[in-house]
Protein backbone atom coordinates (compact mmCIF):
# COMPACT_ATOMS: atom_id res chain seq x y z
CA UNK A 1 0.00 0.00 0.00
CA UNK A 2 2.30 2.48 1.22
CA UNK A 3 4.66 1.64 -2.16
CA UNK A 4 1.38 2.41 -4.36
CA UNK A 5 1.42 5.70 -2.47
CA UNK A 6 5.00 6.83 -2.94
CA UNK A 7 4.14 6.00 -6.71
CA UNK A 8 1.15 7.91 -7.39
CA UNK A 9 2.67 11.14 -5.34
CA UNK A 10 5.66 10.69 -7.76
CA UNK A 11 3.65 10.45 -11.17
CA UNK A 12 1.93 13.69 -9.43
CA UNK A 13 4.86 15.44 -9.20
CA UNK A 14 6.27 14.81 -12.32
CA UNK A 15 2.59 15.72 -13.90
CA UNK A 16 2.92 19.01 -12.15
CA UNK A 17 6.46 19.58 -13.35
CA UNK A 18 5.85 19.19 -17.20
CA UNK A 19 3.06 21.71 -16.92
CA UNK A 20 4.67 24.38 -14.68
CA UNK A 21 7.75 23.63 -17.07
CA UNK A 22 5.73 24.01 -20.68
CA UNK A 23 3.71 26.93 -19.53
CA UNK A 24 6.63 29.56 -20.61
CA UNK A 25 6.63 27.30 -23.59
CA UNK A 26 3.40 28.20 -24.64
CA UNK A 27 3.52 31.90 -23.92
CA UNK A 28 6.86 32.33 -25.88
CA UNK A 29 5.05 30.47 -28.84
CA UNK A 30 2.09 33.26 -28.94
CA UNK A 31 4.04 35.93 -28.39
CA UNK A 32 5.98 34.75 -31.43
CA UNK A 33 2.59 34.12 -33.56
CA UNK A 34 1.71 37.61 -32.75
CA UNK A 35 4.97 38.77 -34.30
CA UNK A 36 4.23 40.55 -38.12
CA UNK A 37 6.37 39.09 -40.93
CA UNK A 38 8.94 41.56 -41.79
CA UNK A 39 9.66 44.24 -44.85
CA UNK A 40 5.74 42.89 -46.01
CA UNK A 41 4.68 45.83 -47.98
CA UNK A 42 1.16 46.59 -48.89
CA UNK A 43 0.59 47.98 -52.56
CA UNK A 44 0.98 51.45 -52.72
CA UNK A 45 -2.47 53.43 -53.61
CA UNK A 46 -2.53 54.08 -57.18
CA UNK A 47 -3.95 57.71 -56.69
CA UNK A 48 -1.26 58.23 -54.47
CA UNK A 49 1.45 57.57 -56.88
CA UNK A 50 0.13 59.76 -59.12
CA UNK A 51 -0.47 62.66 -56.53
CA UNK A 52 3.65 62.07 -55.88
CA UNK A 53 4.73 62.22 -59.81
CA UNK A 54 2.01 65.13 -60.19
CA UNK A 55 4.34 66.79 -57.00
CA UNK A 56 0.54 68.08 -56.30
CA UNK A 57 -1.12 65.88 -52.91
CA UNK A 58 -4.44 67.52 -53.10
CA UNK A 59 -5.02 66.69 -56.77
CA UNK A 60 -8.20 65.00 -57.21
CA UNK A 61 -8.69 62.06 -59.34
CA UNK A 62 -11.43 59.99 -60.20
CA UNK A 63 -11.25 56.45 -61.37
CA UNK A 64 -12.51 55.78 -65.08
CA UNK A 65 -11.93 51.91 -65.84
CA UNK A 66 -9.52 49.21 -66.71
CA UNK A 67 -8.29 49.29 -70.75
CA UNK A 68 -5.45 48.09 -72.69
CA UNK A 69 -1.96 50.30 -72.58
CA UNK A 70 -2.05 52.10 -76.13
CA UNK A 71 -1.41 53.02 -78.28
CA UNK A 72 2.32 52.94 -76.74
CA UNK A 73 2.30 49.20 -76.05
CA UNK A 74 1.54 46.00 -78.13
CA UNK A 75 3.62 42.59 -78.23
CA UNK A 76 2.47 39.93 -80.93
CA UNK A 77 2.99 38.15 -83.56
CA UNK A 78 4.07 40.57 -87.02
CA UNK A 79 2.25 39.67 -90.05
CA UNK A 80 1.68 41.54 -93.62
CA UNK A 81 -1.22 42.47 -94.70
CA UNK A 82 -2.94 44.68 -97.49
CA UNK A 83 -2.33 48.20 -96.53
CA UNK A 84 0.13 47.49 -94.13
CA UNK A 85 0.94 45.20 -91.17
CA UNK A 86 -1.14 42.94 -89.09
CA UNK A 87 -0.16 42.43 -84.65
CA UNK A 88 -1.74 39.56 -83.39
CA UNK A 89 -1.76 40.15 -79.36
CA UNK A 90 0.56 37.66 -77.96
CA UNK A 91 -1.49 36.72 -74.77
CA UNK A 92 1.22 36.01 -72.40
CA UNK A 93 2.16 39.81 -73.31
CA UNK A 94 -1.28 41.57 -73.11
CA UNK A 95 -1.43 44.40 -70.19
CA UNK A 96 -4.37 45.66 -68.84
CA UNK A 97 -3.95 49.24 -67.05
CA UNK A 98 -6.14 51.11 -64.65
CA UNK A 99 -6.97 54.77 -66.08
CA UNK A 100 -7.75 57.54 -63.80
CA UNK A 101 -8.28 61.09 -65.03
CA UNK A 102 -8.48 65.04 -62.98
CA UNK A 103 -11.77 65.32 -61.38
CA UNK A 104 -11.43 69.01 -62.54
CA UNK A 105 -9.83 70.90 -65.31
CA UNK A 106 -5.88 71.66 -65.91
CA UNK A 107 -7.13 75.48 -65.18
CA UNK A 108 -9.93 78.39 -64.65
CA UNK A 109 -10.09 78.56 -68.59
CA UNK A 110 -8.87 74.84 -70.07
CA UNK A 111 -11.11 71.96 -71.92
CA UNK A 112 -8.72 69.55 -71.01
CA UNK A 113 -7.75 67.20 -68.34
CA UNK A 114 -4.66 64.83 -67.61
CA UNK A 115 -5.57 60.83 -68.21
CA UNK A 116 -3.16 58.79 -65.99
CA UNK A 117 -2.66 54.87 -66.93
CA UNK A 118 -1.21 52.67 -63.83
CA UNK A 119 0.10 48.90 -63.99
CA UNK A 120 -1.93 47.66 -61.43
CA UNK A 121 0.93 44.76 -61.14
CA UNK A 122 3.69 47.30 -59.69
CA UNK A 123 1.53 50.37 -59.26
CA UNK A 124 3.76 52.44 -61.91
CA UNK A 125 2.65 54.89 -63.75
CA UNK A 126 3.07 53.94 -67.71
CA UNK A 127 1.26 57.02 -69.24
CA UNK A 128 0.52 60.75 -68.56
CA UNK A 129 -1.76 62.26 -71.61
CA UNK A 130 -4.34 65.53 -71.88
CA UNK A 131 -7.34 64.21 -73.07
CA UNK A 132 -9.88 67.26 -74.22
CA UNK A 133 -13.21 67.44 -72.55
CA UNK A 134 -16.25 66.82 -74.97
CA UNK A 135 -19.07 68.83 -75.94
CA UNK A 136 -21.59 67.47 -72.70
CA UNK A 137 -18.88 68.31 -70.13
CA UNK A 138 -18.20 71.27 -71.77
CA UNK A 139 -21.86 72.10 -71.56
CA UNK A 140 -21.60 70.85 -67.70
CA UNK A 141 -19.48 73.38 -66.99
CA UNK A 142 -20.83 76.17 -68.20
CA UNK A 143 -24.22 75.15 -66.28
CA UNK A 144 -21.77 75.60 -63.12
CA UNK A 145 -21.01 79.00 -64.50
CA UNK A 146 -16.77 77.90 -66.00
CA UNK A 147 -16.29 78.68 -69.44
CA UNK A 148 -12.91 76.63 -71.04
CA UNK A 149 -11.16 77.89 -74.14
CA UNK A 150 -9.66 75.76 -76.75
CA UNK A 151 -7.18 77.50 -77.98
CA UNK A 152 -4.56 76.34 -81.25
CA UNK A 153 -2.21 78.97 -80.00
CA UNK A 154 0.85 76.79 -78.27
CA UNK A 155 2.91 79.26 -76.15
CA UNK A 156 6.89 79.44 -76.74
CA UNK A 157 9.32 77.88 -73.86
CA UNK A 158 13.20 77.62 -74.00
CA UNK A 159 14.56 74.26 -73.29
CA UNK A 160 16.12 75.14 -70.61
CA UNK A 161 12.56 75.82 -68.99
CA UNK A 162 11.30 72.57 -70.90
CA UNK A 163 14.65 70.65 -69.23
CA UNK A 164 13.50 72.47 -65.36
CA UNK A 165 10.38 70.92 -65.63
CA UNK A 166 11.13 67.59 -67.58
CA UNK A 167 13.71 66.63 -64.82
CA UNK A 168 11.40 66.67 -62.15
CA UNK A 169 8.78 64.15 -63.63
CA UNK A 170 11.30 61.96 -64.37
CA UNK A 171 13.33 62.39 -60.87
CA UNK A 172 10.12 61.25 -59.12
CA UNK A 173 9.37 58.58 -61.81
CA UNK A 174 12.86 56.70 -62.27
CA UNK A 175 14.20 55.81 -58.86
CA UNK A 176 17.03 55.53 -61.18
CA UNK A 177 17.62 58.83 -62.87
CA UNK A 178 20.82 59.82 -62.42
CA UNK A 179 22.27 56.77 -63.55
CA UNK A 180 20.30 56.96 -66.67
CA UNK A 181 20.10 61.07 -67.21
CA UNK A 182 22.63 61.39 -69.57
CA UNK A 183 21.33 58.86 -71.65
CA UNK A 184 18.06 60.40 -72.77
CA UNK A 185 17.96 61.75 -75.93
CA UNK A 186 17.01 65.30 -76.88
CA UNK A 187 14.53 65.98 -80.11
CA UNK A 188 12.48 69.69 -80.55
CA UNK A 189 9.57 70.24 -82.15
CA UNK A 190 7.95 73.20 -84.66
CA UNK A 191 5.06 72.88 -82.48
CA UNK A 192 7.03 74.11 -79.70
CA UNK A 193 7.31 71.35 -77.95
CA UNK A 194 10.79 69.63 -76.38
CA UNK A 195 11.23 65.92 -75.77
CA UNK A 196 13.72 63.60 -73.76
CA UNK A 197 13.65 60.08 -74.72
CA UNK A 198 15.39 56.91 -73.38
CA UNK A 199 15.49 53.50 -75.05
CA UNK A 200 16.69 50.16 -74.10
CA UNK A 201 17.85 48.71 -77.19
CA UNK A 202 20.11 45.62 -75.40
CA UNK A 203 16.04 44.37 -74.48
CA UNK A 204 15.20 41.26 -76.90
CA UNK A 205 11.74 39.89 -77.41
CA UNK A 206 11.73 36.42 -77.98
CA UNK A 207 11.99 34.95 -81.59
CA UNK A 208 8.71 35.98 -83.31
CA UNK A 209 7.47 38.67 -81.37
CA UNK A 210 7.55 42.12 -82.33
CA UNK A 211 6.29 45.29 -80.17
CA UNK A 212 4.48 48.28 -81.65
CA UNK A 213 5.78 51.03 -81.25
CA UNK A 214 8.64 49.77 -79.79
CA UNK A 215 10.25 46.13 -79.03
CA UNK A 216 12.16 46.93 -76.26
CA UNK A 217 11.31 49.50 -73.24
CA UNK A 218 11.60 53.42 -73.73
CA UNK A 219 10.68 56.28 -71.61
CA UNK A 220 9.87 59.22 -73.40
CA UNK A 221 8.27 62.63 -71.66
CA UNK A 222 7.29 65.66 -73.68
CA UNK A 223 7.21 69.20 -72.30
CA UNK A 224 4.60 71.66 -74.40
CA UNK A 225 4.88 75.58 -73.95
CA UNK A 226 1.93 75.63 -71.57
CA UNK A 227 4.00 73.79 -69.04
CA UNK A 228 1.44 70.30 -69.94
CA UNK A 229 3.72 66.96 -70.72
CA UNK A 230 3.02 63.95 -72.52
CA UNK A 231 4.73 60.93 -70.92
CA UNK A 232 5.45 57.17 -71.55
CA UNK A 233 6.92 54.44 -69.67
CA UNK A 234 7.05 50.72 -70.67
CA UNK A 235 9.86 49.41 -68.73
CA UNK A 236 7.07 47.73 -66.41
CA UNK A 237 5.25 46.97 -69.09
CA UNK A 238 7.89 44.49 -70.56
CA UNK A 239 8.14 43.08 -67.46
CA UNK A 240 6.77 39.62 -67.08
Not at 12 to 23: E, F, N, P, V, Y
Not at 109 to 127: A, E, K, M
Not at 137 to 161: A, D, F, H, R, Y
Request: with cysteine; proline share 5%; net charge positive.
Amino acid sequence: MKNKTLIAVILLTIIAGALLISKPVLTVLKQQSDISVPNQQKPKDEMAVIREFMDNPNLELVYVRQDLPQPYYSVGKSTKVQGGVNLEAAKAWLRQINVYEDAKPLSDNSCSVYQYHVDPRNQVITQVVTRGLNANEIETLKQKGVSCINSNIMPVITKEEAEQIASGYLKRALPNFEELKDQFVYSFSQKESHTWMWEDKNYKLSEGLTGKPYSYPIVRLTVYGNGQILYWNTIPLFQK
